[in-house]
C-alpha cells in the first residue's frame, strides 16, 4: 500500500477547515465541566445534605455509560422531541434550524464534569485542615476561606489531572462524528470520498490532533508551573 503525499496534503487541509468545530468540542465542554466539576466538588466536600449523596449517585451512574451510547441517547431524544417541545412552547423554531454541533458540545461538557469533579474533589483533600482552621480563625466565614485560601491552593495541585481531561476531551470530540457533526476527523477523511485515500485521511487527522494535543499541553505546563510556584508562596 503507498503513500500519496498529495492526497495527505488534501486531506490535512481539509481537517483544518474544520477545526474550529473542534476547537467549540473542546474548550466550551472545558469550561462548563469546569464550573460545574468545582460547583459539585464542594457540594461533596463539605457534604451539604440530599444534594451530595444526589450528585454523588449521578456521577457514579454517568460514568458507568459509554460516551458513543449518551451522545447517541441525546441525539435520538433531540430528534424525538424537540419539534413537539418547540411547539408548546409557540416557538418558531423547529429541529432542521438548531446546529447538532450544540447536541455533541452537552454530551461532551457532562462527561468533562463528571472527570473534572473527581479531579478537583481530589485536590480538596490534598489540602490540609489546618488551612481551613487558619481561615476560619482570623473571621473568614466558610465561604471567604473557600474563596481566598483554599480554591487558590486547590487549583494547582488539580492541573495535572485536569489537563489530562482536557486532551481526553480533544480526542473524544472525534465521537461526534456518528451524529453527523463534521470536525477534524470527519473533515480529514472527506477528500477520500473520491480519492479512497482514506489511509491518508486518517493519518492527517492523527497529525492534526497530536499537534493541537502538544499546543495544550505545552500551554498547560506552563500554568501549573505558575500554580505551583503561587501555592508555595501562599503556604
Not at 2 to 29: A, H
Request: proline share 4%; charged share 15%.
Amino acid at each position: 500500500m503507498g503513500f500519496n503525499f498529495i492526497y495527505f496534503y488534501d486531506s490535512v487541509r481539509s481537517g483544518i477547515e474544520y477545526l474550529p468545530n473542534t476547537f467549540e468540542l473542546t474548550f466550551i465542554p472545558i469550561l462548563v465541566g469546569l464550573c460545574l466539576g468545582i460547583l459539585i466538588a464542594v457540594i461533596r466536600v463539605y457534604r451539604i445534605p440530599f444534594f451530595a449523596p444526589l450528585l454523588a449517585f449521578l456521577i457514579t451512574l454517568y460514568q458507568g455509560i459509554p460516551l458513543v451510547v449518551a451522545l447517541m441517547i441525546y441525539h435520538l431524544l433531540f430528534m424525538a422531541t424537540f419539534n413537539n417541545f418547540a411547539a408548546v412552547l409557540h416557538l418558531s423554531i423547529s429541529m432542521a434550524d438548531i446546529n447538532t454541533i450544540w447536541i455533541g458540545i452537552f454530551a461532551l461538557s457532562l462527561h468533562a464534569t463528571c472527570y473534572m469533579e473527581e479531579s478537583i474533589k481530589g485536590a480538596f483533600f490534598s489540602v490540609d485542615q489546618g488551612q481551613y482552621e487558619a481561615g476560619y480563625s482570623v473571621g473568614l466565614t466558610r465561604l471567604q476561606t473557600l474563596r481566598r485560601i483554599i480554591i487558590p491552593q486547590v487549583i494547582p495541585v488539580a492541573l495535572p489531572m485536569l489537563t489530562n481531561n482536557i486532551v481526553g476531551t480533544i480526542k473524544g470530540s472525534s465521537i461526534v462524528m456518528v451524529i453527523g457533526i463534521t470536525e477534524v476527523l470527519a473533515g480529514s477523511v472527506i477528500p477520500a470520498s473520491k480519492t479512497y485515500a482514506f489511509f491518508e485521511g486518517y493519518i492527517a487527522a492523527a497529525l492534526i490532533y497530536w499537534i493541537f494535543t502538544i499546543l495544550v499541553e505545552k500551554f498547560a505546563r506552563r500554568i501549573e508551573k505558575r500554580g505551583d510556584k503561587y501555592r508555595r508562596n501562599l503556604v
